[in-house]
């Protein structure tokens, strides 16, 4: 099912686009001094920007039709979901024990991230079709 996509929602798509292009970046190019200082191995981050980079097209594709469908905005949700879901446990479960500066980066992205999923979410449910009991 197709919808048009509302300007908040794109909105949100688009920072979401852009703010995963810049992070992708930084992590690819960056990787090695982003690693000492935030006690996170090297490998890590640049895998993370890696998976970044189609990530960013595609939300950035997007956010740049006029109709989308509610899977292509839901697995926009799903992906972030899922990066915060990994950023709890890198910093909760995992055996990286990162500095102070990088439990701040971390946290701090995943707040982010949930807050875009959160607006994402709400956007999509103001485009699904009312029911007949509503």
């Given at each position: 099912m197709t919808f048009a996509l509302s300007n908040g929602l794109r909105r949100t798509l688009t920072i979401d686009a852009v703010v995963s292009a810049a992070s992708a970046m930084l992590l690819l190019f960056a990787g090695d001094e982003l690693a000492h200082w935030l006690a996170v191995p090297e490998a890590l981050l640049r895998y993370a920007g890696i998976l970044l980079v189609p990530f960013a097209i595609y939300v950035g594709t997007l956010a740049r039709r006029e109709t989308v469908t509610r899977s292509g905005v839901g697995a926009v949700i799903?992906?972030?979901i899922?990066?915060?879901v990994a950023s709890v446990w890198l910093?909760?479960?995992s055996d990286v024990r990162p500095s102070p500066a990088g439990y701040a980066f971390i946290v701090s992205q995943a707040?982010?991230?949930a807050?875009?999923?959160e607006l994402q979410y709400m956007g999509l449910?103001?485009?699904a079709?009312?029911?007949a009991a509503a």
């Open positions: 799903g992906m972030n899922a990066w915060v910093v909760m479960a707040m982010a991230v807050l875009l999923a449910r103001r485009a079709p009312r029911s």
